[in-house]
């Protein structure tokens, strides 16, 4: 059976911080909206404290996270153990997506130093952490770290890649506003 906790504990972040892959889960509000849920890998989270947690997004094809957090904030994360005993935790909270070039970025970008590009850094404020047996995840090998979204980031120039991160992402797959340019957002 499992157990849910109003904050981290010391055995969660241990749990946390030895997982090599993580899930987020959002949803906008509308019923026919899209649910996303997306796998993240690297060295790309952080605990802040026992109710705060964070990981640099890195970019990518979409984006549903900043939309959905724009919209309603509500967020879940999920780590599973591939390897040793079988668990499961899930963080559930309310998100931020702190898009580059606003204000706050670089405060949570010093989090990352591995990392020179990043498009935000998502600030999860925890509301609820729940545990489970993860008796039916598989047993898995972890070979490393694909290399491909690390020479993306580094492909252009900062400028062009950002200019890029702007029209890409602009909006969700459901229409949704997604990266706003910080002097767009003040106007909004």
Known sequence: MGKTFETLN???VD???RQKVFFVATAPLSSSGSVNLSPKGYDSIRIIDAQTIAWIDLGGSGIETHAHLNENG???LMFCAFDGAASILRIYGRGEAVAMDTPGFAELKALFPAFDRARAIIKISIDKVADSCG??????NFKGEREQLHRHLEHKPLNEW?????QA???SIDGLPGLVRSDQ???Q
Not at 135 to 140: E, L, N, R
Not at 162 to 166: D, G, I, T, V
């Open 185 to 187: 957002a003040d106007s």
């Open 10 to 12: 010391e055995s969660h």
């Open 135 to 140: 008796w039916g995840v598989p047993f898995f």
């Open 169 to 171: 992402n602009a909006v």
């Open 162 to 166: 950002k200019e890029r991160r702007y």
């Open 15 to 17: 749990f946390i911080l």
């Open 74 to 76: 509500r967020i879940t």
